[in-house]
């Protein structure tokens, strides 16, 4: 079955640090990834993909995720937080039975936490 | 309109009422998508239309739930005697064509009581 996995319910880190969010996923072949960010009170939004080609993909708000086959990961990373980066993270893949269309599987969420 | 609308943003009901759920997507964009989002949970597919059509209702839980798109454009989803288990936040999603980035909208968070 297809499936991602996001181990941590919250990531607690200081503004100016570096900040990861994990990810994982089961998916057979090669995976569409997807990374999403969910403010208060607004709808998700897309931040980053990986299709395919470079691991590392970088994409909205300085934020970047490196793809690692043999880990089956794509870790959220970014060099240096800011508390307007406190959110909430959803993974996601696309179900490689849906033709192309995104239908995608989200992981559960991380909420991180950006401190002053 | 400049993003993905949904109304309403709020909506309480009693167990076994009829509920309808509307999606206005950005102008020109032919895919729809309904998903669900559980408390504490990422969202789940529900439905894709590609046009007027559905293309993928792989994920709707049951024959309670249906949804349309007449003119391809605005979509209603609609929930026929509602149970407490339905309570989530519905969003929908829009995209250029088939395999575009997803827009969403804030989604419509209904409660069962």
């Known amino acids: 079955a297809q499936s991602v996995a996001q181990p941590e319910d919250q990531v607690n880190v200081a503004e100016g640090n570096p900040l990861t969010v994990k990810c994982t996923y089961s998916?057979?072949?090669?995976?569409?990834l997807f990374w999403y960010v969910q403010y208060p009170n607004r709808g998700l939004q897309f931040l980053l993909k990986?299709?395919?080609?470079?691991?590392l993909v970088k994409g909205s708000y300085g934020f970047e995720a490196e793809f690692n086959k043999s880990q089956t990961s794509f870790h959220l990373k970014k060099p240096s937080a800011l508390v307007s980066d406190s959110a909430l993270y959803f993974c996601?893949?696309?179900?490689?039975?849906?033709?192309?269309?995104?239908?995608?599987?989200f992981g559960a969420g991380t909420r991180l936490a950006v401190h002053p | 309109g400049a993003g993905v609308s949904q109304t309403p943003s709020n909506k309480v009901t009693e167990k076994g009422k009829y509920v309808e759920l509307r999606c206005d997507p950005i102008?020109?964009?032919?895919?729809l998508y309904w998903y669900r989002q559980s408390l504490g949970q990422g969202p789940e597919f529900l439905i894709y239309?590609?046009?007027?059509?559905?293309?993928?209702d792989s994920g709707l839980p049951n024959d309670r739930f249906f949804a349309v798109r007449p003119e391809g454009s605005v979509s209603t989803l609609k929930i026929q005697r509602t149970e407490r288990g339905d309570s989530a936040v519905y969003l929908c999603a829009s995209s250029e064509g088939v395999t575009g980035e997803l827009f969403f909208g804030e989604g419509s968070r209904l409660t069962v009581l």
């Open positions: 102008s020109g964009h032919t895919a």
């Open positions: 239309f590609q046009g007027t059509g559905a293309a993928d």
């Open positions: 990986y299709i395919t080609g470079d691991n």
């Open positions: 998916v057979s072949g090669n995976p569409y």
């Open positions: 996601a893949v696309r179900d490689r039975l849906s033709g192309g269309y995104n239908k995608l599987i």
